[in-house]
């Protein structure tokens, strides 16, 4: 058996590694490095006053006067990965142009990533209306035509909802999306800036793995 190794062809001493599941660093793996003792495993939680699953996950807030904060904060034991973000704006009578069934709101829903290492990165700055929401979301789920593009009938009593879902991954390239290091300040926020009471229901759902 001839060994050889791989190194950097600009004279430092750096080499390739085989990690334990027998890939190569300088590879994108399909999922985060993990070693045969840590499994991936699914994640799902809403956004809450808290960041954390105990907390309340009713976005219908006045944040006119003080902003407020729905989050999923950095876990102390694992890492997480939020790969999607599925969002629910339901009013009777909701048109794009709105938020919900209510108009456009001035100062907006701020969609932002707080990362330890580096700072607050806003991912949108100002959702102000449905089709904010639904162009974050790059028009996905696509159904529906005409007047009922995008909107199901019937979510809370007879309400319809917007219900777009925003794939960080797809929109920005993010191997496995957000990462929120463990033990760390990292957290995924909505900061509400406007009275968004009057819907009849607002929240959010982020999915991922954790580790």
């Given amino acids: 058996m001839l060994k050889f190794q791989l190194v950097d062809g600009h004279g ?11 890939e190569l660093n300088v590879v994108v793996h399909p999922h985060p490095p993990k070693n045969e003792v840590e499994v991936s495993l699914p994640f799902r939680q809403y956004l809450t006053d808290d960041g ?22 950095a876990n102390p034991d694992f890492d997480i990965y939020i790969k999607s973000v599925s969002v629910v704006i339901a009013d009777a009578g909701a048109t794009l142009n709105n938020f ?9 829903v701020e969609f932002s990533w707080v990362s330890t290492d580096n700072g607050t990165i806003e ?22 035509n005409g007047n009922s593009v995008f909107k199901a009938n019937n979510v809370v009593g007879s309400s319809e909802a917007f219900i777009p879902v925003i794939d960080l991954k797809e929109t920005f390239g993010l191997p496995w ?5 463990k033990g760390s300040l990292d957290k995924i926020c909505f900061t509400i800036k406007d009275d968004v009471t009057g819907v009849d229901r607002f929240d959010a759902i982020a999915y991922g793995i954790r580790f």
């Fill in 12 to 22: 430092s001493d750096r080499k390739a590694r085989v990690n334990d599941e027998g």
């Fill in 52 to 73: 954390k699953a105990t907390g309340s996950n009713d976005m219908k807030v006045d944040g006119s006067t003080s902003p407020i904060e729905f989050c999923i904060v």
């Fill in 100 to 108: 919900g069934a209510i108009s456009a709101l001035s100062n907006g």
């Fill in 123 to 144: 991912i949108h700055e100002a959702l102000k209306s449905n089709f904010d929401f639904v162009q974050l979301g790059l028009g996905t789920p696509s159904f529906g």
């Fill in 177 to 181: 999306g957000v990462r929120l290091r």
